[in-house]
């Protein structure tokens, strides 16, 4: 599809799917820690979404080339994904669901921010700086009754530097010659080179197994075709469409779609302030990604 200058209705129900997608995920690694340490379960999804993709790949005939001035780029990618991960698994083993959301989802801050600076036509805006506070400000309402859950500062900066790192991704994808791969050849770097820094950290960072039961197994394998491979897969395309900062934007959704999830599924209080987030939210992501008017 033609790269879009803005984002459109289309972009704009497949990035509230994938949202609602990865704050499933959350709730997801979270009981799949039952089974697996972190770390440990960061470096099998990994394994396996390399499989999954290399058996894609094979199946759609895409080729495994990639130029040699992209591989600083893909290289570089795959560290950041794999501290990412290794932080965000972590910090949901440490602390509440809605807590390492909120927090590891403040990317778009970041990335706006850094888009300003290194992505032409991505200039921040007084009505894209106001869409960012009142999206980070509805995420806040919604998570300011926490209704007794756990907190650790551990957790939080684990989030954080995790949100950092999937930021400096897009970076990565943006500015350097990993921008001309295709987005299975990118996520290939990312997933290959995170693989054995995982596993070979696990050992260090605690147990590898815990209990593990078929719920656990049925979450990681979860894990590697619906987010590491398939889902990725899905996210990237989207990033070559739309501009970087809208497609981020909407990640703002998924701690809120983190805390209904969690009261429906792990039987968490939602408040009624959960309700004016979304509001709060849902009119920070129309400002960020309105369409600029034309000049008459």
């Known amino acids: 599809m033609e790269r879009k200058d803005h984002m459109d209705a289309i972009g704009a129900a497949a990035l509230m799917a994938f949202a609602l997608h990865l704050a499933f995920n959350q709730v997801v690694i979270k009981v799949t820690a039952g089974g697996f340490g972190p770390v440990f379960q960061a470096g099998l999804r990994s394994v396996g979404a390399v499989l999954v993709l290399y058996l894609w790949m094979r199946l759609r005939g895409v080729s495994f080339s990639v130029p040699r001035a992209a591989w600083a780029g893909g290289i570089v990618s795959g560290l950041f994904f794999a501290l990412e991960f290794m932080c965000l698994f972590t910090a949901l083993d440490t602390t509440t669901v809605s807590r390492a959301s909120v927090i590891f989802y403040s990317m778009p801050v970041w990335l706006t921010l850094i888009a300003h600076v290194f992505f032409p036509g991505e200039r ?55 921008s001309e791969v295709p987005p299975a050849q990118q996520l290939m770097f990312q997933v290959l080179v995170s693989a054995p820094i995982l596993l070979l950290l696990a050992p260090f960072l605690g147990p590898l197994l815990r209990d593990v039961q078929p719920i656990h197994i049925a979450g990681l394998l979860f894990q590697i075709v619906a987010i590491a491979s398939l889902g990725f897969l899905a996210w990237f395309w989207l990033m070559t469409i739309y501009p970087a900062s809208s497609v981020a934007s909407f990640s703002f959704l998924s701690p809120v779609f983190s805390v209904i999830l969690g009261w429906l599924l792990l039987s968490e209080d939602v408040a009624p302030s959960v309700w004016a987030a979304l509001v709060l939210v849902a009119s920070g992501i129309y400002l960020i990604n309105r369409k600029p008017r034309s000049p008459a």
């Open 124 to 178: 921040l805006t007084p009505a894209k700086i106001a869409g960012l506070l009142l999206a980070m400000a509805g995420v806040a309402i919604a998570l300011a009754d926490r209704g007794g859950g756990s907190v650790s500062w551990a957790g939080d900066l684990l989030a954080l530097t995790g949100a950092l790192c999937w930021a400096g991704i897009v970076v990565c994808v943006r500015i350097t010659p990993l």
